[in-house]
């Protein structure tokens, strides 16, 4: 009786042990990890704060594109008239970005608040939200790779960074690329002998394709992370099969048919600055750099 006592208790304690880490699955996540998500949110909306107040600091003009690649198309989307630059009669213009400001403007107008104060200032600050995803996505990839008192370092070199504080809260492509290039990263598998999360997999191949959409010049990055991440895998044709290529095709359908609805014709962006850029060599007529540049540009 006592032997059968003492198995009813052990096997008890061991169901409740089961029971336990079921409910509470976070119990597994390390003690760094439950840091982060207890400081996230407080985190986030400083830095929205900060990005906002930057946005209404930078009040000055730095390069055409801040306006001709995006407030001013999306103006002419929403308003009819806005200046179109060469780039866009050619069709290596995409309209996704000019697509998210376009949205602004017509709930700006719908409510009558569609001042000038309010058209010029919206884009900025819908780019300060998106600046401080970026902001908070830096600190999450520093303390995912190294630790929190490297991400917290690393946040205040960015935050503090003068050329990030005068551009990132611009109406610029790059600025935009910049911060979905930071989140893919994070849901990125960085390491090789990473556990990989499929969900998390997908995730990171949205964000890339998305960077590449708004700006396909990103393709530079995530060509050799592919590659690399394509190398390293046992599960090779998986990971093109399920994850890359109907990722891709579905960014790809997405760039044809808005594109091709907003230019009125079948324009297939992506393709026509491939030709432009690198089968005609056209961009350089524009300049040109050393084949290293990309790496070592400020």
Request: glycine share 4%.
């Given at each position: 009786m006592a032997d059968n006592n003492i198995e009813n208790v052990d096997s008890n304690v061991t169901r409740r042990k089961k029971q336990?880490?079921?409910?509470?699955?976070?119990?597994?996540?390390?003690?760094?990890n439950l840091y982060v998500y207890g400081i996230e949110n407080s985190l986030f909306l400083f830095l929205l704060v900060f990005r906002i107040l930057n946005a209404f600091v930078i009040k000055t003009f730095f390069v055409p594109?801040?306006?001709?690649?995006?407030?001013?198309?999306?103006?002419?989307?929403?308003?009819?008239?806005g200046y179109l630059t060469w780039e866009w009669k050619e069709g290596l213009r995409g309209w996704t970005a000019p697509l998210i400001y376009a949205i602004s403007y017509k709930l700006l107008a719908f409510f009558g608040l569609d001042t000038s104060t309010t058209v010029v200032m919206a884009p900025?600050?819908?780019?300060?939200?998106?600046?401080?995803?970026?902001?908070?996505f830096l600190y999450k990839l520093a303390v995912k790779n190294f630790d929190i008192q490297t991400g917290a370092w690393t946040l205040i070199c960015y935050l503090l960074s003068w050329f990030t504080f005068y551009n990132v809260t611009?109406?610029?492509?790059?600025?935009?690329?910049?911060?979905?290039?930071?989140?893919?990263?994070?849901?990125?598998?960085?390491?090789?002998?990473?556990?990989i999360d499929v969900k998390l997999l997908i995730k990171a191949l949205g964000f890339a394709a998305l960077s590449c959409i708004i700006?396909?010049?990103?393709a530079i990055?995530?060509?050799?992370?592919?590659?690399?991440?394509?190398?390293?895998?046992?599960?090779?044709?998986?990971?093109?099969?399920?994850?890359?290529?109907?990722?891709?095709?579905?960014?790809?359908?997405?760039?044809?048919?808005?594109?091709?609805?907003?230019?009125?014709?079948?324009?297939?962006?992506?393709?026509?600055?491939?030709?432009?850029?690198?089968l005609n060599n056209m961009g350089t007529f524009y300049g040109s750099h050393p084949w290293h540049w990309w790496g070592f540009k400020p």
């Amino acid at each position: 009786m006592a032997d059968n006592n003492i198995e009813n208790v052990d096997s008890n304690v061991t169901r409740r042990k089961k029971q336990r880490s079921y409910v509470s699955p976070r119990s597994t996540v390390p003690k760094d990890n439950l840091y982060v998500y207890g400081i996230e949110n407080s985190l986030f909306l400083f830095l929205l704060v900060f990005r906002i107040l930057n946005a209404f600091v930078i009040k000055t003009f730095f390069v055409p594109d801040e306006f001709w690649q995006g407030p001013e198309i999306a103006h002419r989307v929403v308003f009819g008239y806005g200046y179109l630059t060469w780039e866009w009669k050619e069709g290596l213009r995409g309209w996704t970005a000019p697509l998210i400001y376009a949205i602004s403007y017509k709930l700006l107008a719908f409510f009558g608040l569609d001042t000038s104060t309010t058209v010029v200032m919206a884009p900025r600050i819908i780019q300060s939200v998106f600046a401080s995803f970026g902001d908070l996505f830096l600190y999450k990839l520093a303390v995912k790779n190294f630790d929190i008192q490297t991400g917290a370092w690393t946040l205040i070199c960015y935050l503090l960074s003068w050329f990030t504080f005068y551009n990132v809260t611009r109406t610029l492509t790059n600025s935009l690329e910049t911060v979905l290039t930071t989140v893919a990263l994070f849901y990125w598998p960085l390491k090789a002998n990473e556990e990989i999360d499929v969900k998390l997999l997908i995730k990171a191949l949205g964000f890339a394709a998305l960077s590449c959409i708004i700006r396909p010049t990103a393709a530079i990055i995530w060509i050799p992370l592919c590659a690399r991440h394509l190398f390293l895998t046992l599960h090779k044709l998986r990971f093109i099969f399920e994850n890359l290529l109907p990722v891709g095709f579905l960014a790809m359908l997405w760039s044809l048919v808005l594109n091709s609805w907003l230019y009125k014709r079948w324009t297939f962006v992506e393709v026509n600055f491939v030709k432009f850029n690198v089968l005609n060599n056209m961009g350089t007529f524009y300049g040109s750099h050393p084949w290293h540049w990309w790496g070592f540009k400020p």
